[in-house]
């Protein structure tokens, strides 16, 4: 098994505490990416979904993960689950300090996140506490006006990772 960190590095202008959480109505993240198999090498065409609180039975085991797939080519079958508690918020520090940041982290048995596509979903806070959420963020930025602060927040030039850890 690998454990893989997704990290995210983004310019904040006026936020702190970018995450993807979902939103406060009980809305839950989803992350998307394409799979690298394992057993060949190949990359999956279509975006692969994971969200915590869908498992998925793990065949030839009493397991479950949230992510189970056959490789279309060699029919291997992997999984790859969410592991609670290793990521955090992006704050306004990270975003001065250029850090890439966890904000997620995946036990993979067999495949690997290849390609990990942004989307919606995502939540942050204005430096003046107004909260944000259901951030898209698939156009690579986004941006609104935070009327408590009276100025401008956005989110630009973010950036990702897959990085293995332990
Ligand atoms: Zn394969």
């Keep these: ?9 983004a310019d904040l202008e006026n936020l702190t505490n970018l995450n993807p959480t979902g939103g406060s109505d009980g809305s839950e993240f989803t ?12 990359i999956s065409e279509k975006d692969s979904t994971v969200t915590a609180s869908e498992q998925y039975p793990i065949p030839k085991s009493r397991g479950t993960a ?8 060699c029919d291997s079958v992997g999984n790859i689950s969410l592991i609670d508690g290793r990521g955090k918020p992006y704050t306004a520090e990270d975003s001065e300090a250029g850090k890439f940041v966890p904000v997620a982290c995946f ?3 067999g495949m690997e996140p290849a390609t990990f596509s942004l989307r919606d979903g995502w939540s942050a806070e204005g430096l003046s506490g107004t909260k ?9 930025e986004w941006s609104e006006y935070d009327e408590r602060a009276s100025a401008s927040v956005g989110i630009l030039n973010i950036e990702h990772t897959f990085d293995v850890t332990k």
């Design 1 to 9: 098994m690998v454990l893989l960190m997704l990290k995210i590095k």
């Design 107 to 109: 036990d993979c048995r």
């Design 31 to 42: 992350f998307y990416f394409k799979v690298k198999c394992g057993g060949c090498g190949s």
């Design 66 to 73: 949230h992510l189970v797939q056959k490789c279309k080519l």
């Design 132 to 140: 944000f959420e259901n951030i898209d963020l698939t156009d690579g």
